[in-house]
């Protein structure tokens, strides 16, 4: 997931407008720009494709390879350029609420495609898919060389349509097959109660950082009566980040008053983010691990600099960026890598990551216990509750 604002920049427009005219330019016989810039190579290869290739090709088609194969020249997995099913798409995720069966794919490994969460009651869980199954098929389309992009997009389709994964499990060493039906989803992102056996612990899950998640997460408190609780626990182990303004508010609820994070552009001007005056002010852990990433990193970046809470699990992801969705013309957008960010200390942790002050691993294969029904906890959990406990003396 990563952190998104909205605008609408003139030299991407200006871009596409460009290729569209040299290619128009081309069809009518005239040749212009030649050799400006290696564009005089772009219009010989356009010459060629009109005159010599067997196959009809529109200029439509055309215009959106270039684009698309200037954005992925930039090496830069994050930045992307989006048709208009693929950016409705986005859009449809970004606000919570898709067709499809669940399943959340992990960052962290761009070879594989494997299963970072399924979300509650979705056909994937109601399925029994779990943390770390790798899909190894989608429809019967091997998935070895597939981006998550492409993945994404077959997993999604209407709701009442059908989708087949086969699925490794390490744990069992078996590849297994199942069909599912797809669902309107509508992913929950903050979940929160008191942790079993401990009453006076307030627990707080936060998946991802959706629009919705600093509304989410304050009806939540709320629900909870947070006040009468002497503790808390900040759950964002496997939180893949998401929506910049979401983590601010977030934050607010875990910081005093001050800088939230800096996001600082490719040119050095630097926008500060601020809180929003909501600090609980109480005792609290905060769980993180390899794949919190991004938004994730934001809130747990500025409440480790801000020495509010005491953070246990393992390294952190490390995306420090932030990438923008520019929207072009008929429904299409790219979203490039603007900004980075650093945390309050100023702290740039891209590629690097957060180091917990309580450093614990869970055991190979063994799941974390994310939103608990009993007091069967994970180590990282079990460690998090003793650390709170230590504090609440």
Known sequence: MQEWNWKRVAKIVGTILLIFCVLVTTMLGGIVLANVNNVGRLVHVVQLIHSDYLEKVTTDQLVEGATRGMVEKLGDPYSTYMNAKENQELLQMLNGKFGGIGIVLSLKDPKRLVVLSTIKNSPASQAGIQLGDVVSEINNAETASMDQEKAVDMLRGDPGTKVSLALYRESTNKTFTVS????????????????PGNPDIAYVDISQFAPDTGTELKDTLTKMDIKKFKGLILDMRYNPGGELNAAVQVASYFIPKGPVVYIVDKKGNVDTEMTENKYLGMPMVVLVNEESASAAEIVSGAIKDDK????????????GIVQTI?????????????AKYLTPNKVSINKIGIEPDVIVELPKGQPATISPMDTSFDPQLQKALQTLQEKLK
């Open 308 to 319: 509010t809470a005491t953070l246990v699990g393992v390294k952190t992801f490390g995306k």
């Open 180 to 195: 599912l039906t797809r669902e309107n989803i509508t992913v929950p992102t903050v979940d929160g109660e008191a942790l």
């Open 326 to 338: 520019f929207p072009l013309d008929g429904g299409t957008s790219v979203k490039l890598t603007t």
